[in-house]
């Protein structure tokens, strides 16, 4: 049977729920996911003077082909949008500036360091989001940022945030679509300290500081991402989940959830109607933490579904920003980008795919049986069906058969250099 004939019979299958296959396809094809570039070069960044990774994150393994310059990075990218249905975002690091040889202090950063990005933005009518790099700097080696006991230190990087927030802003206007200006940093400390409060003081100081220069949202959005610890942070983060929801809540800026910044058992999932009680937005750095904040790359698993079905049943597809954070050097970078992507993309249409409105129902009415029934009956639905339409509709490969454009590209590109 051919795609289409698939297609056609597992859509009878929920039209029987009526459940409007083409209508959901349609809605899918607006959802943006915000790509990393990251995942790309082993989170290294173009810059003169490159340092070492750090800030308590950390990438293993060493595939072969890695993006070595901003073009090798860029084309890497066109080729996984390839094979990634639908209209995406890249979302930048301040480290990726292109400063033509030259030395540009991180709060020297100008709009005309991306000019190379923007262009290329434009050219794929892709948004921008942008990340302004705390990290991988002399000035980060102890650990400290934003909540630096010195204040030189932490004007430094206040300088550096204004001036990310500036190159944010000037993509959101060139590009006609809000950039999204997301700040973490990896302040903390590996053993238990003596003042928990202080640092957090500091670091609310430094951010009203940051975001006292006032931007139009229209051109950028501000979020705040928390972590529970890293590398070197074990005992204490400043930067807490608490810190920052309330800090958002406070002043009108958007949490940013990563899924491998909790405790284990807690789930990103839960989180998000949450937040939504109280926040119009919020936004995702969806990852894969094996067990640890491991950044492995995203697969179509129970947390990735409940995390889709969240932002579907919640009618919350405008108001959660989809991001994606995982670094995987072990395996072809090209391939765990359209892996992680592609399963990002499969977990909101499986969601769109359920027939929420009976399925509320059910739980108001106490009927946990019919609840639980249709939520694993569903999951052996011909959903595949479904997405194999939608990836052929959409001009990309159809299931597995992407994997042989990667190889060739590794063949010609990848492994030349
Ligand atoms: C680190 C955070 C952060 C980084 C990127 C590179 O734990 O998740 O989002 O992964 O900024
Ligand atoms: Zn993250």
Redesign the pocket.
């Known amino acids: 049977m051919t795609v289409n004939e698939n297609f056609k019979q597992a859509k009878a299958q929920y039209q029987k729920w009526g459940i409007e296959v083409d209508q959901v396809l349609d809605r899918l094809k607006t959802v943006p996911i915000s790509i990393h570039c ?1 995942q790309g070069d082993d ?1 290294a960044g173009f810059e003169v003077n490159q340092q070492e990774l750090s800030g308590g ?1 950390d990438v293993t393994g060493n595939y072969p082909g890695k993006a070595k310059t901003p073009a090798e990075l860029r084309s890497d990218i066109e080729k996984a949008l390839t094979l990634i249905p639908g209209k995406h975002r890249i979302n930048l ?1 301040a480290i990726y500036a292109e400063t033509d040889g030259e030395i540009v202090e991180r709060d020297q950063l100008e709009p005309k360091h991306f000019e190379n990005w923007l262009n290329w933005a434009k050219k794929h009518d892709l948004g921008l989001d942008f ?1 302004p790099t705390l990290f991988s700097h002399p000035k980060a080696d102890d650990g400290l940022t934003l909540s630096h006991p010195d204040k030189k230190i932490r004007d430094f990087w206040i300088r550096h945030c204004q001036a990310s927030r500036k190159i944010a802003a000037y993509f959101g206007k060139e590009l006609g679509t809000p950039t999204l200006t997301n700040i ?1 940093i990896p302040d903390g400390y590996k053993d238990t300290p003596t003042d928990r409060l202080t640092p957090r003081k500091r670091l609310k100081e430094s951010l009203d500081e940051i975001f006292s220069q006032e931007i139009d949202e229209a051109y950028n959005i501000d979020a705040v ?1 928390s ?1 529970l610890f ?1 590398i070197g942070s074990e005992a204490y983060v400043v930067g807490s989940h608490e810190f920052y929801m309330g800090y958002a809540l406070k002043n009108n800026k958007l949490c940013l959830l ?1 899924t491998g ?1 909790y405790h284990p058992t807690e789930m990103v999932s839960n989180k998000i109607s949450a937040m939504l009680v109280y926040s119009d937005k919020l936004a995702l ?1 969806v990852s894969r933490p094996v067990r640890w ?1 491991s ?1 492995h790359v995203v697969i179509f698993d129970d947390e990735l579904k409940e995390i889709g079905l969240e932002i579907v049943r919640n009618d919350a597809l405008d108001k959660v920003m989809i991001g994606l ?1 995982f670094f995987d050097a072990s395996i072809n970078r090209v391939a765990a980008w359209t892996i992680g992507t592609r399963n990002m993309i499969k977990s909101l249409l499986y969601a769109m795919l359920m027939p929420h409105e009976h399925l509320k129902k059910l739980q108001d009415e106490g009927d946990f049986t019919e609840r639980l029934v249709l939520l694993e009956e569903f999951k052996t639905y011909p959903f595949g069906a479904i997405w194999d339409y939608y990836c052929e509709q959409m001009g990309v490969p159809v299931r597995e058969n992407w994997l042989e454009s990667v190889r060739d590209y590794e063949k010609e590109v990848l492994s030349q250099r």
Do not use: L
Request: without cysteine; negative net charge.
């Open positions: 990251w989170v994150i690091h990340n973490w991402e972590k890293g990563d910044h750095h904040d950044d954070d």
